[in-house]
């Protein structure tokens, strides 16, 4: 998505089980330094967020911070 001249992405994979989306969160968050607790910052300035919710797990590239919430709700919720 775009807004302004900010482009986001979210990407979204849901599992059988919470502990699926678990270990992708925890395989994704090693990868990229961080991005549970707070942004992940990336050597060309993309910010990863990471994200669990049940059985879904959630990466979002450059979030807003207000957004994040909204955007995990929204992803775990068109799984169901």
Request: a positive charge; glycine letters at 12%.
């Amino acid at each position: 998505m775009r807004q302004g001249g900010q482009l986001s992405a979210v990407w979204a994979v849901a599992y059988g089980s919470p502990d699926g989306a678990e270990r992708l969160v925890k395989a994704w968050s090693g990868a990229m330094g961080g991005g549970t607790d707070r942004p992940a910052t990336q050597a060309d300035g993309s910010r990863y967020v990471v994200r669990q919710s049940g059985n879904v797990a959630v990466l979002l590239e450059n979030v807003p911070a207000e957004r994040v919430n909204e955007l995990v709700t929204a992803a775990a919720t068109a799984f169901r």
